[in-house]
């Protein structure tokens, strides 16, 4: 495959790869997300990438390609691979493609997701995960993906992140989220609360343990870690069961614990690097 | 018992009446509740409800017996009796007298309440609620009570209502979620949607159903409306229970429409009336 760079455009940051023989040979890693960019500013900003990483062909994944992006590049529907992303690229510009998204729908329920597929699916690709398989990236949207017979076949994503978020920074119990969170008792002792499944009430707890001095404030915050990611690994993990992590090292740890406290394994991914592995798969296959 | 004043004096709002011969003749309900009263302010403000009602005893229940009211009143344990309440009076002035709040602790969980406390002894008290029932005052902070023998034996507290407007008013969902929220058949699919007990990713749902076209985004509100109040009546309620509901015609409307899709059923008890009997009771109890 040819020289190219590879973007992996987020909300709030961007990541790009000059791509040379299949292997990335220089990157930048800024704060450039989508939304720092103006609606017309995306001309722009690609050739400021390329002034940094070479005069090359551009391929794009991530919310650059939604609609608030560069231009909306759609979804393709599970079960998805990537060659049909390769297939549904959109070109924005002279030899600067945008791949699409990937959809879920059953019945009434659907589920969406763009960038995340680039690295479930790359990681099957470079055998970093095997072609059956159940994968997590946590995050402000926690993505758990299962891939079948090589293909992304289902997906739920659970707002963990941006709900521990609002509980801290917007809600009565938030007064008392403000110590550090670590995978140690308090963020355990959460996971084990979340088992009963009644997640609204074991936030009000939180207050009413302030009020009543029964936990220490400097641990409610790592306490309200574990009751939500505890409640999202419950949801997705049986016991026995292999999770494939992508994950940065410190909310990797904490799902991590929360996993094995529910009877579940963790195989650790490395999530540039099955981006890269997907971006590149996908060139390959780009008419 | 001699005429006296009741107040009930919440966080936001106040309700007084003038009580003569065990009946209350004469009221005012204004926003005059805690967090609008400066630290230092009670005195003034309790004069001028006596002004308005009469130069009588004052008896007070709710938050203005918090650490951000007038005077911490302290909580009597569960169980809890109308009896404890009037025994645990704090006197904050002349003649003005602060009930203590209920707290329940098991283990390391605890719960707190202040106000509701006098509506479900009340009810009992008046025989609105048979003396082994459970009970539920719906609102930002939605109370589940059981009595037993006719005492407060344990309670929950789900910030269901808090949640709601977090939702709509932070999170990256709340976009959607402009429309009106009825018990109609939005609702419904959120209170049936519950059941899977996975909230944070039901949630996340509301946005990719949005993004998808899947759901009407006028319906949204009352979807999630339906996800939350579904989360918390399913924690409570099992097939073929009677939930005494203590609740407002709109929030009780969706109370109800919950508890019925969950199999239980509902009997509306007037709050105010509970509360009236209750402090009554509690004026006559007193030393």
Redesign the interface.
Known sequence: VLPFIAIDWGTTNRRAWRIEHGAAVEGLHDAAGVLSIPPDGFPAAAAAVRDRLGQLPLLMAGMVGSNRGWIDAG?VGCPATLAMLASQAIGAADDAWILPGV?H?AG?????MRGEEVQFLGAVAAGFVPPDALMCQPGT?CKWARVERGALARF?????G??FG??R?????GSAMRGAVGDGTPFR?GVA?SI??????A???IR??S??G??DDADAAAYASGL?IG??CR?QVVAGATVHLLADAALGGLYRAAIETLGGSVVDVDSHAAFLAGIVRIRELMP
């Open positions: 979804y959809s729908v009434s329920r659907g589920d969406v949207h739920t994503t659970a707002m963990t941006e709900l609002l509980l920074d917007h809600s009565l119990v002792e609360r009963e499944g009644d997640l609204t009430a936030l009000f707890g009413a343990a009020i009543l029964l936990r939500l409640a999202d949801s």
